[in-house]
């Protein structure tokens, strides 16, 4: 075995799984993962844990798992990770954790995010359980949203004896998991509704089709319905468009109906009650994850499809994963290049994008190269479905409907950096409804510095009472 390399993992063959939503990586065998642990140095100082959201202690797990013992590994990750077999997924542990793994520096990091998902994986399929005996306090916090954020928030807050319940909008729990990450990447009966199955073993309540700002405002939260506390973690579900001629047509989606309509209500399924329509060939404009997504699903669906960005392949935001996944999939990348104009045929159904080539010039306040177009170069994708893929931000239906509740030009709401308080009194908020789209794992450690935050507040105003 050579200790530089990382264990090779089992995937889905590309042609195979171009044409499946089966999961395309199969994870590690109890001899890989144990194999792939060996390789790990038990750090005295592990950096990798300083480059982890949410300060997995990464050795000590790993040292379990060196030994077999996985169930005290599953252990170690539990008290610091709410959803281990959804982070091991869909984290980008290359830019973090493995990204300080001392491995790394002359060879391959230790394949951490694997290693995760195989410890939390193996709990799930044993039926074993966090330990929830934590007495209860007699208070009640409200958490809005089931996705990352808050998930982790009140997985946390259970453990510290609170009365906990998750107002969700959608009829499915998960937020963004269930409704914007696809099958192929994250499994949601096995491993999204497991995982959510546990929080509700540990005594966490979720209350599906429940709008805030529509069915109950956080004044009846706390005026009526009694909770001492409240944390927003409602996401960022609200779309971005171009502004560009023909972006109305029938046959524009955002990445976020598409991924919903094809993820939540399962419209890939042709006995679906909404089925989605069946392009022959897609642009996807954008160059993050969720553009992946969207563009591997419509290939699953039998489309040519074109990735657009305006960048180059270096500055491409995505995952290098997830780009490595699309291309061996046949996703065509037309790189350097910005749509103009959705061009439409007489009955306003889409029938092409106008585009136009761009060229890099000095770097812009992100620190990526600021793209500019190159006169004359314009030329048209031949394409009867466009997607939308440019970033989402925070919709301002609670912040319109709650007193008091600060928010900045970008619609998000202003909260306290660690603690999470916003300017509304006992109103906390955390995720991608703070900080505008961000990783699933970003938005678990808000969830988890915000339940910390409203323990110390609750706790504070009853020594104070």
């Known amino acids: 075995m050579d ?35 060996t390789r790990c140095l038990e750090c005295k100082n592990p950096l990798c844990v300083m480059g982890c959201p949410v ?46 793994c001392v491995r790394g520096i002359k060879g391959e990091s230790i394949a951490i995010g694997k290693l995760e998902r195989f410890v939390a994986d193996y709990a799930m399929e044993i039926g074993m359980r966090r330990p929830h005996s934590h007495e209860k306090n007699g208070k009640k916090v409200a958490v809005i949203g089931s996705g990352p954020s808050g998930l982790a928030c009140a997985g946390d807050l259970v453990k510290y004896g609170y009365d906990v319940t998750i107002f969700e909008a959608l009829h499915e729990a998960g937020g963004v998991l269930v409704y914007g990450i696809p099958e192929f990447r994250l499994p949601k009966e096995d491993v999204v509704k497991k995982e959510i199955a546990m929080l509700l073993h540990m005594g966490v309540k979720i209350e599906t089709n429940t709008i805030i700002g529509k069915s109950v405002t956080i004044d009846q939260l706390f005026d009526e319905e009694g909770f001492d506390a409240v944390f927003i973690g409602s996401g960022a579900g609200l779309p971005k468009f171009m ?14 109906e598409y991924l919903t309509r094809s993820n939540l209500m399962k419209a890939f399924d042709e006995n679906s009650l909404t089925p989605i329509m069946r392009a022959k060939k897609v642009a996807v404009v954008g160059g993050g994850n969720v553009a992946m997504d969207a563009a591997r699903t419509a290939l699953r669906l039998g489309a040519e499809t074109h990735i657009i960005y305006r960048r180059s392949e270096k500055e491409l935001p995505a995952r290098a994963e997830e780009v490595h996944h699309a291309k061996e999939e046949g996703v065509i990348f037309d790189i350097l290049t910005n749509p103009t104009e959705i061009l439409t045929d007489d009955d306003g159904w889409v029938k092409g994008i106008r585009c136009v080539k761009m060229e890099l010039t000095e770097p812009d306040e992100s620190g990526r190269r600021r793209p500019q177009k190159i006169e004359g170069s314009d030329f048209t994708i031949d394409v009867d479905m466009v997607i939308m893929s440019l970033g989402t931000s925070p919709n301002p239906l609670i912040a319109s409907t709650t007193n008091g509740l600060d928010t900045n030009e970008r619609q998000c709401i202003v909260a306290d950096s660690i603690s999470g308080h916003t300017s509304r009194e006992g109103v906390f908020a955390g995720g991608d409804a703070v900080t505008g789209a961000a990783t699933v794992i970003l938005a678990m450690s808000a969830g988890r510095s915000a339940a910390v935050g409203i323990h110390d507040y609750l706790s504070s105003k009853e020594r104070n009472s």
Do not use: H
Not at 15 to 32: H, I, P, S
Not at 244 to 253: M, R, S, T, W, Y
């Open 55 to 100: 300060s997995v202690p990464i050795p000590e797990f790993i040292s379990k798992v060196k030994t077999g013992d996985f169930m005290d590994a599953f252990k170690i990750i539990s008290e610091c990770n709410t959803l281990p077999a959804i982070c091991g997924r869909v984290c980008p542990q290359e830019s973090q954790c493995e990204k300080k």
């Open 3 to 37: 200790m530089k390399k990382q264990v090779p993992i089992c995937e889905q063959d590309p042609k195979v799984r171009a044409k499946n939503f089966d999961e395309v990586c199969l994870g590690y065998t109890k001899e890989q993962a144990i194999a792939e642990a």
């Open 243 to 256: 502004g560009i001629k023909g972006e109305n047509a029938n046959g524009v989606f955002s990445a976020n």
